[in-house]
């Protein structure tokens, strides 16, 4: 494990031994990283004024910017992709789901499991992106339901992020 973890208000991030934080993401404060998780180059995760979580084999991206506002925390579910340059907001993204790059999910809002953000698409506060659906636009809306394939890509992208994760943490180990 590497980064740059500062604590904040007597909070401390906590990252799994399994997990792999690049040594240039900064996470502060109340963020737990767990097993099999990868934050990549340049993200920020600042738990201040609530908690994040990243759950299990999630991967978020070069230069994600993560953030929470007063009581409503930051949740990237199980296996999901946060792609490079997004921004979220006190937000929950649902197992499996992928935001893409420079997307932005705001305050409240919920995307669904196996849900995919497009890049550059706005979701705003206190919106759902339905499970299993594509969303796209400023602001974001579900054009259509995601075909078995396409989940199935989902599954696989995270995968490989998993493995890139694995690799990455054993090169860092190994300096």
């Known amino acids: 494990m590497s980064g740059i973890l500062r604590p904040f208000d007597g909070k401390t991030p906590t990252v799994a ?23 990549w180059y340049g993200v920020v995760l600042r738990g201040d004024i609530a908690p994040i979580v990243v759950h299990r084999n999630a991967n978020v991206q ?8 007063i009581d409503v925390p930051l949740i990237v579910g ?3 992709t946060v792609g490079h340059s997004a921004v979220l907001h006190g937000c929950t ?5 992928m935001v893409g790059m420079h997307a932005t999910v705001l305050t409240g809002a919920i995307v669904g499991d196996e849900a995919v953000v497009a890049a550059a698409a706005l979701v ?11 969303s796209m636009g400023v602001p974001a809306r579900a054009v259509r339901s995601l075909s078995d394939e396409e989940i ?12 890139l994760g694995v690799m990455s943490r054993a090169k860092s180990e190994h300096r």
């Open 93 to 97: 993204i649902g197992h499996h789901a």
């Open 152 to 163: 199935q890509e989902l599954h696989r992208r995270a995968d490989d992020y998993i493995r």
């Open 62 to 69: 070069d230069n994600v910017v993560g953030h929470v506002d």
């Open 17 to 39: 031994s399994t997990a792999f934080v690049a040594d240039t993401a900064v996470l502060i404060g109340d963020v737990t990283v767990e097993e099999g998780a990868s934050i």
């Open 124 to 134: 705003p506060e206190n919106r759902a992106v339905p499970a299993r659906s594509l």
């Open 78 to 80: 199980e296996g999901a």
